[in-house]
């Protein structure tokens, strides 16, 4: 009804002959209007577009009328439909005269181009044009435009006409002219870096419109380099001051609160400066305690400003007094019965608890309000409180909320960030292990799709090396649960692939390994899960693999093993598949079952996928038999640097070869045609691959899968490796190290690449210790205190979660500044006088003062800072680059000494390379083909 | 960045004005503002005015018919923007008198005009009436 009485009085208004609409606009907006339902709007905008299509091709369109156009075309975009065929139009329109016109149309244009649109290039000579214009307000609509159409290569043809407004007599030119080189900023840096000081010099605008706008860049400027600007501290705190003083024009007032948007941005600015600063932290003081003191928490935005100071104080460093001053405000907060204030209370809370933990004790109640309120908003917000307040005694109780109300929502978004919460906080303050499992249990079941692989691993890792402590029976107990919990679950539908992986490792390593459970009944599992999840290749390579560990475990403890029928037939669907991992993994299984009890225990030994693999890179157990070669009259060996042309050496170390893919630029292979060519030389260039490799490795590679599948992240990473090395087509098995090989067997050199094979994958775990584990006990001796410290008792007692490390908490904790604090500038007190001349116009004041400052010491002190850190910085950094230099020669010269001391075997080689040597000197009679190359 | 966009939108659905801080593309807008509207119509007057959907926030603010809904980044003073959606509507009141959604409809390049005046880069750059509503009286007087 209200809606009829004003289409009514806006028709009579259009009667009027109100400027621009016609009949035609009117009915249109009208019947957009009106539209009940999607459809129909859809079926008007259509019909739309039509004749719109129509209309712009007619000749001399009245200038009105375009522009009228033009205003439907938005209408077209906005209701989602495309209006590209009449943008060039809006192009044209931002070449009239009219100032509405000319405005309408770069309207337009900001709306419907990027700034990386063809016809960009089109409006920039008349932006260039506008910018000259003796109408300020023409000046004002291109300036408009070029805070939306500007990209980084076109502001070379606008900044020198920007920079020149900075002092334009007109305070909206000089506005927008500012907010026109902050864009600037954002979009290319560099591109303003010398005009950095025009911001310094706007804030001090003798209008607060001006000044206000300038903060905004300047937040930006400060949150890349909060260093650079501490000199403008007291500057903040003066203008805000003022402003609370009431000392700007009353426009700016709202309701009764005067500029609270300067005020709030300003507060954001001193949080950044005061941020582990005692010394500016000291100057806000002041000036913070007053607006609390003064705020009316009547008003919405009196309680907006009371939120910002709250956020100030949580970030700078503030005396007692502040705390107690915003803990009230938060109480506050959370005693309204306004959802949007209990919101902003609880998010205070949470911010306020880095600094005072006991904080949130007093508001239990209402925090278990909130997170019992129906509104998701509040409870997300609730949700996050908790989660900054965990600690070891309330972990169980907070996961287990956050478990269910995971479970209740399906925003895949959120699901993911509360389901790595829920992992993480798990991670951190697990009570005990088994209660670990069964977290971790339900996070992988109801978001196994959406959390970090790394978590899956952690898991796995978990289980398998239990407590950490020698207590062999409890982690019996912890694997047996596990397996327990994951054999109820596993007939479960559709499970998330991560977890199924999880539950087959987990299967495979300890399905049978307490006897409980028969190898029939699990592999009877295991074949369940790769048919039922036939598609997932992953799912399906992990239970395979599982499936000849369990067999492995059997045959090694003498029982006989009885494939069952479905496993058989799995077994030969995969001998059969695409997946050349699949396939891999199949005749590795089928090798392996035809394989005596001994050489199943040395290839897959029972519970060993903690154990650190040693590959003896010196290839010490072939020693014998080339001894053997050489007295029977075969070649000695010579090192590839040695060698200059290529002859068939091949036979000798086809392991040799193994990693070197993994190299990343083969320089060495350049330096083969040396001149000292020994006659041996052969004439040949390319070397040629021999297919001598041949199943014969079948086994090592088994023995290497089964180190694959100990430590999945191990290989993995060898495989990425490879992919970048060497363009082959290699899976990320360790069957690749076969198929390397035949690929490229005799190029290689000698042994730094196998070396790695086994250095590299460990060093993939190490790092993370020693890079999160200080920070952490840091983070959680400042974020909650003295309980802290027995939580990172647990935690270092707790071994059995070393690399526990993924937790990433917003480190927006205080910080103690090393780097010494300016003294407070003059700046301060040459404030206060000013302050009190009420009779002058304050920012004309603050003006001088900062023109004034600017020339004595002020801008010698900015200089002063840039000259004193730019040496510092270089210098630092040639000297890390120096030194890594010395490190990566250190590095080489290892590879090299390695390379040359390759030869004779140690004795501790020989006991490292048990596992593999074995198979090589008592090979089955299953294998006759084994080293059959090497034998000729 | 602070604001990423700024729409209205009516108790229907249906878009009334939407200004984007960011480019996104037609469909990405339309997938958005779908969600969006979705979201918020679905809340009633107790529950907060804050909505987080994907990586925003969104602070919406019911007029009779209309909803002003601003996505905002994480870090911005929800309160705040609240408030800035009532300037807006009572700069809107100031120059339209009285203002509904058919003010917006048929006007919807001042709307927008005084937008490009109170926010820029998605930074609140002017909060005077006075001032935001001068280029447009002066472009009406030129008339």
């Known amino acids: ?66 522009k009228e156009y033009i205003i439907r075309l938005v209408y077209i975009e906005m209701l989602g439909h495309d209006a ?55 000046v004002c609509a291109a300036l408009n435009a070029i805070c939306r159409l500007i990209n980084e290569e076109t502001i070379p043809a606008v900044l020198p006409q920007v920079v020149e407004l900075l002092n334009h007599q007109k305070e909206a030119v000089r506005k927008k002219a500012i907010m026109a080189l902050h864009r600037f900023h954002r979009k290319s ?46 500057s903040f705190v003066s203008i805000l001051k003022q402003v609370t003083e009431r000392r700007l024009p009353k426009s700016y007032d709202y309701h009764q609160m005067p500029a609270p948007f300067i005020q709030i941005k300003l507060l954001k600015i001193m949080a950044l400066l005061g941020s582990g600063d005692k010394n500016a932290s000291e100057i806000m003081s002041m000036v913070l305690g007053d607006l609390f003191r003064k705020c009316d928490s009547s008003t919405n935005i009196g309680n907006a400003i009371l939120y910002e100071c709250i956020r100030c104080i949580s970030c700078i460093l503030p005396n007692p007094k502040l705390l107690e001053a915003a803990a009230d405000a938060i109480s506050k907060f959370l005693k309204s019965d306004s959802h949007n204030l209990k919101y902003m209370g609880i998010d205070g809370l949470g911010r306020l608890i880095k600094i005072s933990p006991d904080i949130a004790e007093q508001h239990q109640l209402a925090v278990i309000d909130c997170l019992e309120d129906p509104d998701d908003t509040l409870k997300r917000k609730t949700f996050e409180l908790l989660y900054k307040m965990t600690k070891s005694s309330n972990v169980e109780v907070i996961v287990d909320r956050m478990i269910d109300y995971m479970i209740s929502i399906n925003d895949n978004h959120y699901k993911t960030e509360i389901a790595s919460r829920c992992v993480e906080l798990a991670e951190q303050f697990a009570p005990s292990n ?38 062999d029976d409890a982690d019996s107990k912890l694997r047996l649960s596990a397996v327990e919990s994951y054999l109820q679950l596993i007939s479960e539908p559709k499970l998330p692939s991560l977890f199924l992986q999880v539950i087959s490792w987990v299967l495979g390593e300890y399905g049978t390994a307490d006897g409980k459970y028969s190898a029939s009944y699990i592999s009877g599992k295991l074949c369940d899960v790769a048919d039922a999840y036939s598609s997932d290749e992953t799912v399906k390579g992990y239970a395979v693999s599982a499936l000849m560990k369990i067999y492995a475990f059997e045959i090694a403890s003498g029982r006989k093993v009885d494939v069952l029928p479905e496993c058989q037939s799995l ?58 070669a050489i007295e029977s009259g075969a070649q000695p060996y010579i090192s590839e640097r040695e060698r200059s042309g290529m002859f068939e050496t091949t036979d000798y170390h086809p392991q040799d070869h193994h990693e070197v893919p993994s190299h990343t630029l083969r320089f060495e292979a350049y330096e083969l045609p040396k001149p000292s060519v020994p006659p041996q030389a052969s004439t040949e260039l390319v070397p040629v691959p021999e297919p001598y490799y041949s199943e014969s490795h079948q086994p090592i590679s088994t023995s290497l899968v089964s180190e694959r599948e100990s430590s999945e992240i191990k290989l993995r990473l060898d495989g990425v490796k490879q992919k970048w090395g060497r363009p082959s087509y290699q899976p990320t098995t360790a069957a690749s190290s076969t198929t390397q090989q035949a690929a490229n067997g005799i190029t290689s050199h000698s042994d730094g690449g196998v070396g790695s094979s086994s250095s590299k994958p460990r060093s993939s775990y190490e790092p993370k210790k020693p890079e999160i584990d200080p920070e952490k006990q840091r983070l959680a001796a400042s974020l909650f205190g003295g309980s802290s410290s027995s939580r990172t008792d647990k935690k270092s007692s707790g071994g059995h979660k070393p690399t526990k490390g993924t937790v990433n908490k917003p ?97 501790e080689a020989l006991e490292k390379d048990a596992l593999v040597r074995q198979m090589g000197v008592n090979p089955t009679s299953q294998n006759p083909t084994l080293f059959k190359d090497l034998l000729g | 960045m602070g604001i990423r966009f700024i729409l209205m939108v009516n108790k229907q659905g249906q878009t009334r004005l939407a200004q984007y801080y960011e480019w996104l593309t037609l469909e990405e807008r339309r997938a958005l503002e779908g969600e969006i509207v979705r979201k918020c119509l679905a809340r009633n007057d107790q529950q907060c005015s804050f909505v987080e959907h994907r990586n925003y926030k969104i602070v919406y603010r019911r007029y009779a018919s209309l909803f002003f809904m601003v996505g905002v980044d994480d870090d ?32 919807l390049e001042k709307a927008h005009f005084m937008l490009e005046e109170m926010v820029m880069n998605g930074c609140i750059v002017e909060t005077s009436k006075a001032n935001i509503l001068s280029s447009i009286q002066l472009m009406d007087k030129a008339h």
């Open chain 1, 189 to 234: 840096p560099s591109s303003v870096s010398h005009l950095i000081s025009n911001f310094r010099k706007r804030l001090c605008d003798n209008d607060p419109g001006v000044m206000g706008a300038t903060l905004c860049p300047l937040f930006d400027l400060i949150s890349e380099d909060v260093t650079s600007y501490k000199d403008l501290v007291s």
């Open chain 1, 571 to 628: 077994i030969e669907e995969l001998l059969a598949s695409h997946s050349t991992d699949l396939q891999q993994r199949a005749y590795e299984l089928q090798a392996l079952l035809a394989l005596d009890a001994r050489a199943v225990e040395t290839i897959i030994p029972l519970d060993a996928s903690c154990e650190d693999i040693e590959v003896d890179k010196e290839l010490s157990f072939l020693n014998g038999y080339i001894q053997q």
């Open chain 1, 84 to 138: 590209s065929f009449g943008y060039i139009h809006a192009v044209k329109m931002t070449h009239d005269d009219n100032l509405l016109l000319k405005r309408t149309g770069y309207l337009a244009v900001t709306l419907f181009l990027n700034e990386d649109h063809d016809l960009i290039i089109l409006i920039v000579n008349t932006i260039q044009k506008d910018l000259r214009s003796d109408n300020y307000l023409v």
């Open chain 2, 76 to 107: 911005e003073n929800e309160l705040a923007i609240l408030e800035f959606i009532h300037l807006l509507v009572e700069t809107m009141d100031k120059h339209f008198g009285n203002v509904c959604e058919l003010d917006i409809m048929f006007h």
């Open chain 1, 434 to 471: 088994q209660w670990f499992i069964q977290t971790m249990n339900k996070v992988f079941e109801h978001a196994g799709d959406l959390v970090n692989i790394k978590v899956a691993h952690n898991l796995m890792r978990l289980i398998a090396e239990g407590f950490g402590e020698d207590d």
């Open chain 1, 811 to 907: 480190a927006t904790v205080p910080k103690e500044n090393p780097t010494p604090v300016q003294p407070p500038p003059d700046l301060l007190d040459l404030g206060e006088p000013t302050a009190t001349i009420s009779a002058m116009d304050p920012f004309k004041e603050l003006e001088g003062l900062m023109d004034s400052s600017s020339q004595d010491g002020g801008s010698n002190d900015v200089m002063g800072l840039y000259s004193d850190a730019a040496p510092v910085t270089t210098t630092t950094s040639v000297d890390s680059l120096l030194s890594e230099l010395s490190d990566s020669s250190k590095g080489n010269s290892r590879t090299y000494q390695s390379q040359t001391s390759k030869g004779p075997n140690t004795k």
């Open chain 1, 1 to 66: 009804m209200e809606q009829l009485k004003t289409i009514g009085r806006e028709l009579a208004m259009g009667s009027q002959g109100g400027f621009g609409q016609s009949k035609e606009f009117l009915d249109l907006v009208k019947s957009i209007g009106e539209a009940r339902s999607k459809a129909e709007e859809d079926r008007i905008v259509l019909s739309e577009i039509d004749i719109l299509k129509r209309k712009l091709l007619e000749p001399d369109v009245p200038k009105r009328k375009m």
